[in-house]
T-cell receptor, first 115, second 110 residues
Framework: KAGVTQTPRYLIKTRGQQVTLSCSPISGHRSVSWYQQTPGQGLQFLFEYFSETQRNKGNFPGRFSGRQFSNSRSEMNVSTLELGDSALYLC??????????????FGPGTRLTVL | SQQGEEDPQALSIQEGENATMNCSYKTSINNLQWYRQNSGRGLVHLILIRSNEREKHSGRLRVTLDTSKKSSSLLITASRAADTASYFCATDGSNYQLIWGAGTKLIIKP
């Protein structure tokens, strides 16, 4: 089975721009979660999508949004980029809803640099 | 905010030795998970232990959970160079989300 894939792997943007990251989960997995990882804050939960609906959201501003398509693929969007948004963005998929109850399979991440 | 805190922050041992890392958390949990992250394989799930379980094994890994002390430990026996990585514990947040600790950096010296 193919693993979780994320595109692009690396991205450089400037402040004020917007960015869209993509995640394809493992075939058959319906839950997709997004995380931000930085040296200062560590790993932080952004949101979870299940059956095309956002099920819960972490403590991030509204500039961070996402969606999930009928094939379970997910995208996350960050608008009006700030320097502090520079991070590794990780996507994870699981069979069932609820990251804390289910093994999460992670993609390689997208390294976003905001200049 | 972080629920779990790993201890130590960094650990360096000789290949073949055992490595133990600890995770403490603040509020009651339903489940606790351990993950490993290295540059080669990214973030990988190791073990999920439920609050009614006290110990779980997977190959050379042993995880214990003490809910009365709000702590968990991960033991890696007979360490190998490939075990060099950061290890994270993650616990329940509200509405099934995962709350992560800061991680323990483990270095295995040849």
């Amino acid at each position: 089975k193919a693993g979780v894939t994320q595109t692009p792997r690396y991205l450089i943007k400037t402040r004020g721009q917007q960015v869209t990251l993509s995640c394809s989960p493992i075939s058959g997995h319906r839950s997709v979660s997004w995380y931000q990882q930085t040296p200062g804050q560590g790993l932080q939960f952004l949101f979870e999508y299940f059956s095309e609906t956002q099920r819960n959201k972490g403590n991030f501003p509204g500039r961070f949004s996402g969606r999930q398509f009928s094939n379970s693929r997910s995208e996350m969007n960050v608008s009006t980029l700030e320097l502090g948004d520079s991070a590794l963005y990780l996507c994870a998929s699981s069979l069932a809803r609820g990251p804390s109850y289910n093994e999460q399979f992670f993609g390689p991440g997208t390294r976003l640099t905001v200049l | 905010s972080q629920q779990g805190e790993e201890d130590p922050q960094a650990l360096s041992i000789q290949e073949g030795e055992n490595a133990t890392m600890n995770c403490s958390y603040k509020t009651s949990i339903n489940n606790l998970q351990w993950y490993r992250q290295n540059s080669g394989r990214g973030l990988v799930h190791l073990i999920l232990i439920r609050s009614n379980e006290r110990e779980k094994h997977s190959g050379r890994l042993r995880v214990t959970l003490d809910t009365s002390k709000k702590s968990s430990s991960l033991l890696i026996t007979a360490s190998r160079a490939a075990d060099t990585a950061s290890y994270f514990c993650a616990t329940d947040g509200s509405n099934y989300q995962l709350i992560w600790g800061a991680g323990t950096k483990l270095i295995i010296k040849p």
